[in-house]
């Protein structure tokens, strides 16, 4: 964190899942700041994991979730009202702060996320080879 932060700050800060959500900052302590992501959750963050909201505009990856669906695909964001978020694959739509997410470059998501899809992944699979042999025993 480059700048103190104080109690109703709007900054970017760490979640569970590695990503960086933006937040209002309601307390701060010694070595943690304990935040209120605008999608409702309460969390606190390392003051490490927190970072003003220019600073996440300017070096953060960001992520817009598209149309709100729940989809975050990368982009870049101009950061002037209304705020308009590029995406790489070529579109473009009006977003709303609560909408972003970022990651510092170099700092590595947690895995527990991809593990998840992992897991479904081989479910599914493990699912599919019953189902053939079970074909095959009819058949």
């Not at 999608?39 to 979730?65: C, I, P, R, W, Y």
Request: glycine share 10%; charged share 20%.
């Amino acid at each position: 964190m480059s700048v103190m932060t104080a109690p109703g700050q709007t900054v970017f800060a760490r979640w569970k899942d590695g990503y960086y959500y933006p937040a209002v900052v309601d307390e701060v302590a010694e070595n943690n700041v304990k935040v209120s992501f605008l999608d409702g959750h309460m969390g606190f963050a390392s003051k490490g994991h927190v970072v003003q909201l220019q600073e996440a505009f300017q070096t953060m990856q960001l992520q817009g979730n598209w149309q709100n669906h729940g989809i975050f695909f990368k982009g870049r964001l101009n950061s002037q009202e209304p705020m308009m978020m590029y995406y790489n694959d070529g579109d473009v739509e009006q977003i709303e702060l609560k909408q972003l997410r970022g990651i510092r470059p170099g700092e590595p998501i947690i895995w527990k996320q991809a593990a998840r899809f992992i897991f479904v992944g081989v479910a599914v699979g493990v699912a599919i080879c019953r189902i053939r042999k079970a074909k095959k025993k009819r058949g």
